[in-house]
């Protein structure tokens, strides 16, 4: 009798065992946005995230500000580094798989590598953030005004 309740407690250990592993495979694929919001907001309160895209390792995130800025999440195991980054302060080149970014940060060299991402498209809307050239249209902007003609008086 004893050793059927020991059977049944490892039996019970081992698929509990599989089922948090299972658990942890399933989180790594659908990365928390939020807690990298959460970190970055911490870090930097007064900034508005508007969009974000995480590297295809997952251990970088690049955020597009509300201002034109583009923030700059990684982690170092428990720990993240957080960055704004103004526009046109970092040198972006495209990798040789085309859905990577070659960064380099001249204020934190430190930060410097290639990070891929998922596809060709979040690469390219990344570098645009980086480098200042991201301006979406909103659908409510209305049209500038025309500056008021002035006759020119002829002799």
């Known amino acids: 009798m004893l050793w059927l309740l020991l059977i049944a407690v490892i039996v019970l250990v081992g698929a509990f065992y599989m089922w948090m592993n299972a658990r942890a495979e399933r989180d790594w694929d659908n990365p ?26 997952r251990t ?17 195991g428990t720990h993240y580094v957080c960055h704004v980054i103004q526009p046109g302060k970092v040198r972006v080149n495209s990798s040789e ?12 060299a430190y930060l410097d590598n290639d990070f891929e991402f998922q596809s060709a498209g979040e690469a390219a809307e990344v570098s645009l953030w980086l480098l200042g ?11 500038a005004a025309e500056p008021p003609h002035t006759a020119q008086a002829t002799e």
């Open 60 to 76: 970088a995130i690049f955020l597009r500000l509300h201002d034109g800025k583009a923030g700059f999440i990684q982690s170092h």
């Open 97 to 108: 798989t085309g859905r990577g970014l070659i960064v380099h940060f001249p204020d934190f």
């Open 32 to 57: 928390d946005a939020g807690s990298a919001m959460v970190e970055f907001g911490r870090a930097f309160p007064d900034e508005a995230i508007r969009a974000l895209h995480s590297t295809a390792d």
């Open 133 to 143: 050239s991201f301006s979406p249209k909103s659908e409510f902007e209305q049209p």
